[in-house]
């Protein structure tokens, strides 16, 4: 049996100001770096063969208190980015609503018909990460890997897990450093922890 657990990132500034942040590189705030380093401990007594996670600042670093407790190297998958919000990212919910009236409400309604401008469609999102994490899966046979990414993006990879419509991403919620774990049986995948946060105590 393959097990997956996959991580969000830890809190951003971006996330405080509410501003979407796409392929945007933004730093974990003193909050996120104590979630990364709980969720680091949470883990330390996991039997971890493997740490991945996207190229972007926010995962690479949680990624890294993950692996440290393993004495293992972070691998870089920029696959696993976040979606690319394009000409959104770096704007809040009010300045994209004013700029593209009637186009955000798409976002929540039905994502599966969005084109976002200047970026990505959730269908590509989900082609791209979800082929990342099958050639980790591949890769790991009867072993246990760490993968960290962002929140869309977890929430599109459950969506392929499951055969859910991609309409209904935002059914499923992500926490900063929220834990999800994935037991792989004779290939076929089952989710067995959801949005997990119990070791955010403050």
Request: some cysteine; aromatic content about 6%.
């Amino acid at each position: 049996m393959t097990r997956l657990i996959v991580v969000r990132h830890g809190q951003t500034v971006w996330n405080l100001e509410r501003k979407y942040q796409g392929h945007s590189d933004i730093a974990l705030t003193d909050k996120g770096l104590r979630q990364a380093e709980a969720v680091g401990a949470r883990l330390a007594d996991e039997k971890i063969d493997a740490v991945y996670a996207s190229d972007l600042s926010r995962a690479f670093k949680t990624a890294e208190c993950i692996a440290a407790r393993h004495s293992l190297t972070v691998r870089v998958v920029p696959a696993l980015r976040e979606i690319k919000f394009g000409d959104w990212e770096g704007l809040t919910y009010e300045q994209i609503s004013a700029q593209w009236p009637g186009l955000l409400g798409k976002l929540w309604t039905t994502p599966d018909e969005l084109q976002i401008p200047g970026g990505e469609s959730f269908q590509q999102l989900k082609e791209r990460a979800y082929a990342a994490i099958e050639r980790i899966v591949a890769a790991h046979p009867d072993q246990t890997v760490v993968v960290v990414a962002h929140g869309g993006t977890i929430c599109t990879i459950l969506c392929a897990m499951l055969g859910v419509h991609l309409n209904h991403v935002w059914n499923i919620r992500q926490d900063n450093t929220a834990v999800n774990i994935i037991e792989y049986y004779e290939g076929r995948p089952t989710i067995t922890l959801l949005n997990c946060v119990s070791h955010l105590v403050e």
